[in-house]
């Protein structure tokens, strides 16, 4: 136990007992002043490896990707506070009565960057490149194979998906086999991919291709100028954006390493960050005079995986393995009742992340269910569980051995990219298990790069045989389902879990009777419940997110519902420096 105190106090950050609040901060930036005509916002991406550049919303997987796509391209749609889909955006629908049929019409003077308008075909285009059966991506889900036809056309029996309609250039009909409120909530395909651009590539092509990594158009405030493959992207305003022309002459967003970052916001050499690390605010609070840090509660969460089964690529489903290495639920609760996610999260992030009991996360209040007892550390109860399920140490060498009395060792995937803290606070679990008997060793002996370690935990559908488990984190849908991340269709259910329960809880959630908000609450309350009994993972950390913005740069936000990029401007040429 003292070793496991030195491993977290060497990742203190050094301001004793500070603990903040997420609740302190504003999401909006407070800098007043006239912002000049033109000028050029430098944006980081806070990493210590490269983004992938998948720079579509038909393609993309990683987060970095998704923050420089949003400068060129947009939903069609827009949401308000709560995730729900406005008459707002670049398109505006009715719904029947039945909410089987969303009719969409997208406004005038929407066009793509080389100025062909935007048109309902591209709508429809970029949902039958997501269903077509060479698609390599990581989008279809439960939602696509809601939509009538979606399943033919997909296995190949049907050459079109019998429902989507085409109306006219402008309008686009969508009939789903059922109506659900999450389709009001994220439920539907919001982006359109330019069908003059991509329709002589082949949709296994598609991903790869220049129109992807080079040269991606959209139709947001900004259009891509150049990109240096997995450095930065360079972007000037589009003068023919749909609200209007933008303040701003260009953006820049680059990659800039998490042991740098405070250094380059001192200098302005960046205004602002996709993401500030919240374990290096306590120490730079006071010394980032030149910048203002937004906050909100981050849709996202920390977890540990376990692996319980593999992908079928034909079945396009999880297959589970009822005599995977971690499939005794015990053995994973005594690892989840080992480790100290409360001192974690004062010691490394100084209350800016706290202690996780479900995998829905309070960015959903109307359905996070704090009441749900989770296992919290209790080291000793680690060590009865254990005991009692057989896992006992059979040759007095300080770990356990399996029932069977053979060698347990668990191996553990876990990435870089997470900063100074990613290394020790592997280190910090490793040590948790090793301290209740459980033999867990780093895969590899080292962290893993991001697009390698997503890799090799099945986001491609290889699952990795010597993975057991893993350290990863979720950024969750503006819709509560989490059928996408744990359903049994879903190949980002990494840890391959299934079960009869996990699917009625999923469909339930989804169905007509769903739309009474107070029943569908009881529904992912009883799913919460659910995932805490069964453990094909467990949460570790809910998260702040923070984000420093240079006192030049005005009307901001980091808000959910914020669409005016193209309104964000600077006060003056240079950013300001520290003191």
Known sequence: MFFMFLVLAACGNGSGDAIYSIEDFSENASTEGEAIDGGTLNYGLVTDTTFEGTLNYNFYSGSFDNEIIKWFDESLLSVDKNHKYTQDGAATFEVSEDHRTFTFTIRDHVNWHDGEPVKAED?????????????????????????????????????SIS?????????????????TPSLLAGGIWPYALPKHVFKDIPVADMSASDAVRKNPIGFG??????VVPGESVSMTANEDYWQGPPKLDGVTVKVVNPQTIVQALKSGDVDTVDSFPTDQYADVETELTNVEFLGTVDMSYSYIGFKL?????????????????????????????????????????????????????????????????????????AKQILDEAGYLDTNNDGMRENPDGEELIINFASMSGGGDIAEPLTNYYIQ??????????????????????????GQNGDDAPEVDMYQGAWSVATDVDPSS??????????????????????????????????Y????????????????????????????????????????????????????????????
């Not at 429902?163 to 086999?177: F, N, P, Q, R, S």
């Not at 405030?221 to 150049?226: H, L, R, Y």
């Not at 309350?525 to 805490?532: D, G, N």
Request: hydrophobic share 35%.
């Open 123 to 159: 709508w429809a285009y970029a949902i039958e490149v997501i269903g077509h059966p060479d698609y390599d991506g990581p989008r279809y889900d439960s939602s696509f194979r809601n939509i009538e036809g979606m399943e033919e056309y997909h296995n190949g029996d049907a050459d």
């Open 309 to 381: 089964g593999t992908w079928d690529k034909k079945a396009q489903e999880v297959k589970p393995n009822p005599d995977a290495k971690m499939a005794d639920v015990n053995l994973r609760r005594a690892m989840w009742y080992a480790v100290d996610n409360e001192a974690v999260a004062k010691q490394f992030y100084n209350g800016l992340r706290w202690n996780a009991n479900t995998l829905i996360p309070p960015s959903h209040p109307d359905y996070h269910d704090s009441s749900i007892e989770a296992p919290t550390y209790d080291p000793e109860k």
């Open 485 to 518: 991340l744990y359903g049994r269709q879903a190949i980002f259910n990494f840890s391959r879990y299934a079960s009869e329960e996990n699917d009625r809880l999923l469909e339930e959630g989804t169905s007509e009777k769903a739309f009474d908000p107070e």
């Open 163 to 179: 429902g989507l309609e085409v109306v006219d250039e402008k309008t686009l009909k969508i009939t789903y086999i059922e109506g």
């Open 520 to 579: 569908r609450k009881k529904v992912y309350s009883e799913w919460q419940q659910l995932m805490v009994d069964e453990i094909p993972v467990f949460p570790t950390l809910y998260r702040s997110k923070l984000v420093p913005i240079n006192k030049r740069v005005v009307n901001y936000s980091i808000g959910a519902d914020f669409m005016g990029l193209h309104e964000v401007g600077v006060t003056q040429e240079k950013p300001f420096k520290a003191e």
């Open 432 to 457: 948790a298990w090793k301290e209740v008997g459980l033999n867990v060793q780093l895969l590899d002996g080292r962290l893993i790069e991001l697009n390698s370690f997503y890799d090799k935990i």
């Open 221 to 226: 405030p900004f259009k891509v100028e150049s």
